[in-house]
C-alpha cells in the first residue's frame, strides 16, 4: 500500500497508473503535478488525484512514493525541484523511456544515483498523450522494466515493483544499457521511421493522391506518426547513441534491399521477406494484428 503518491506528469502514462492503482484502491491519497493547471482540474474532474500542486518540491512533501511521468527533457528541472523536499522514507522512480540520460541527470543533480531512485520504465502506451487519454487498463498485463544500480535500496525496488504489479503489469528488471539498446530497437526506431516515412511522402508532389489512395497498412504501419512531438524529439535526443546505432544497422539492410529492387534480384527479396515473415509469425503466431 502507498500512503502518499505523487504523479509528477498527469498525462497519458501518469493518469494511466493513477487510475489503475484506484482501480485497486492501492493509494490513501494521489497528488498530481504539472505546469497547467486547467489539465490538473480536468484530472481531478476525472477522479484520477485527490489534489494538485503545480510546485514539484510542493507536491512531494510528505510522500512515500512519488512517480515521475514527465517528458524526458524535463526530468531534471523536476527532479532538481524535488531533491530538497522529498520525505525521509520517500521512493522516487520514473517512466521515462531512456534510462541512462535519467540517471545521468540524477548525478548532475543530486551528484551520485541516490539508494532511493529506481528507474523504471513501462513498456506501454498509446499515440495519445494528456490526462483525457488515460486509461485504467492500460498496464494491463504488459511489461514495466526496473533498472536499479548496483546500491539502490532492495527495499525500494520491491515497493516499485509491487506498485507496478497492483497496477496490472509483469515487472521485470534489465540493466540499463541492455534497456535503452532493446527499447531503441523495439519503439525509438520505428517512431523514427513512421515519422519519416510520412513526412517524406507528405513533401512529396503527389502526396493528395498518396494520402486519398493509402489503404489499412500504412494506416497501421504509420499510427504513432501520430505521437506526440515534443516527448519523441527529447527521447530520440536521450537515447541517441543507442537509436543512430540500430539505425545504421537497418540503413546498411535497407540499402541492400534497395539494391535488390533496382537490380530485380527475386531471389534476394524472398529471402528477407522470408526471414522477417518467419521470425514475425513465430512471434505473434502469424497473420497480422
Ligand atoms: P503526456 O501525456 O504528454 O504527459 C506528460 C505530462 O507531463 C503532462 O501532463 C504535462 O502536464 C506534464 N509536464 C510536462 N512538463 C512538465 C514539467 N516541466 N513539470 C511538471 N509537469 C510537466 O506524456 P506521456 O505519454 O504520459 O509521457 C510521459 C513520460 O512517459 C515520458 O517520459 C515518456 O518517455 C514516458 N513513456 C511514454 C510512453 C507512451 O507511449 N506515451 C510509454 C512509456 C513511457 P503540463 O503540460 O500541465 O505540465
Known amino acids: 500500500m502507498i500512503r502518499s503518491l505523487c504523479v509528477i506528469g498527469v498525462g497519458l502514462i501518469g493518469g494511466s497508473l493513477a487510475h489503475s492503482l484506484r482501480r485497486v484502491q492501492y493509494c490513501q491519497e494521489i497528488v498530481g503535478c504539472g505546469r497547467n493547471r486547467q489539465s490538473l482540474e480536468r484530472a481531478l474532474a476525472l477522479g484520477v488525484i485527490d489534489r494538485f500542486e503545480t510546485d514539484p518540491a510542493a507536491a512531494v512533501r510528505g510522500c512515500d512514493m512519488v512517480v515521475l511521468a514527465v517528458p524526458m527533457g524535463a526530468m531534471r528541472s523536476v527532479l532538481k525541484r524535488i531533491a530538497p523536499a522529498l520525505a525521509p522514507d520517500a521512493v522516487v522512480t520514473d517512466v521515462g523511456s531512456a534510462k541512462q540520460d535519467v540517471i545521468e541527470a540524477l548525478t548532475e543533480v543530486v551528484g551520485e544515483v541516490p539508494a532511493w531512485f529506481v528507474p523504471g520504465h513501462p513498456v506501454a502506451g498509446t499515440e495519445r498523450s494528456g490526462v483525457d ?68 511522402l507528405a513533401r512529396m508532389s503527389q502526396s493528395d493522391d498518396i494520402f486519398a489512395f493509402a489503404a489499412g497498412g500504412f494506416r497501421d504501419f504509420t499510427r504513432i506518426a501520430s505521437s506526440d512531438i515534443e516527448m519523441w524529439r527529447d527521447i530520440c535526443l536521450a537515447n541517441r547513441e543507442a537509436i543512430v546505432s540500430v539505425l545504421d544497422h537497418y540503413l546498411d539492410d535497407l540499402h541492400r534491399l534497395r539494391e535488390a529492387i533496382h537490380d530485380g534480384d527475386a531471389a534476394w527479396l524472398q529471402e528477407v521477406f522470408g526471414r522477417a515473415k518467419a521470425a514475425r509469425d513465430r512471434r505473434y503466431s502469424g497473420g497480422t494484428e
Open 133 to 200: 487519454a488515460s486509461f485504467a487498463t492500460l498496464f494491463d498485463e504488459r511489461s514495466v522494466i526496473l533498472t536499479p544500480v548496483s546500491h539502490t535500496d532492495p527495499v525500494a525496488v520491491q515497493r516499485v515493483h509491487d506498485m507496478w504489479e497492483s497496477a496490472g503489469a509483469y515487472v521485470t528488471t534489465m540493466d540499463m544499457a541492455r534497456h535503452d539498446a532493446v527499447l531503441a530497437a523495439t519503439s525509438h526506431l520505428p517512431h523514427v521511421l513512421a515519422y519519416g516515412l510520412v513526412d517524406t
